[in-house]
């Protein structure tokens, strides 16, 4: 799958007040569920001593090899606040907005008034919409990682490739030289059949 997909900036943050308790949203691109779940982590790490922590991601998951084709896993916690008052509402927010490879995480502190499932609702949403806002949403291509190993001759012909090329690269130099690769899914092809050409198929490519 190589259509563009809508995702958030960056990082995301906003806090306000609902009768006495303190709701903090925020968002973070993640490229993978490790990615989603290690910044839940650091968010509850960070706030806990908060009342609830409360997380909802969408994030594409390969169904095969590169390219061919993706699932979106999606998931959501009330994290002790009553069932569909939290975590859904959050997640319906990145729903709304069709954004992928996204995490929120609503954090609050109790206040002492409660506020009803309708108004927690309500507080989560408006906390995830609030932060997705702060971070701002982009389009995205579907991007593809690869390695391209070679001898020392042919390290300034590729180097000299990939520079000229739209990917982002880090080289490695050792006994050979070897570079990491990150390219747009639809130009992927492309590019490893021009650095094997230009180096007559003494590329490893990975």
């Given amino acids: 799958m190589t259509e563009a997909y809508l995702t958030v900036a960056g990082r995301g943050e906003a806090d306000f007040e609902v009768q006495g308790s303190e709701f903090v949203g925020y968002v973070a691109p993640a490229a993978t569920v490790a990615d989603a779940e290690a910044f839940v982590e650091s968010v509850e790490r960070e706030h806990d001593d908060a ?47 069709d954004v992928e490879n996204a995490v929120v995480v609503v954090t609050r502190y109790y206040g002492g008034t409660n506020l009803g499932v309708g108004g927690l609702a309500r507080a989560y949403s408006r906390a995830a919409k609030d932060a997705i806002d702060a971070a701002g949403v982009v389009e995205q291509r579907p991007r593809e990682r690869f ?49 094997q050409s230009a180096t007559s198929g003494r590329a490893d490519v990975e």
């Fill in 51 to 97: 009342t609830h922590n409360v997380p909802a991601y969408r994030v594409r998951v390969e169904s095969g090899g590169p390219g061919e084709g993706y699932m979106l896993r999606e998931y959501q916690s009330d994290d002790g606040e009553p069932t569909g008052s939290a975590g859904k509402p959050a997640l319906n927010v990145l729903q709304q907005r």
């Fill in 147 to 195: 390695s391209i190993t070679v001898e020392y001759d042919d390290s300034g012909t590729v180097r000299g490739i990939l520079e000229s090329a739209d990917c982002e690269f880090d080289a490695d130099y050792g006994e050979d030289v070897s570079f990491d690769v990150t390219v747009a899914v639809e130009d992927a092809g492309d590019l490893r059949e021009r650095v």
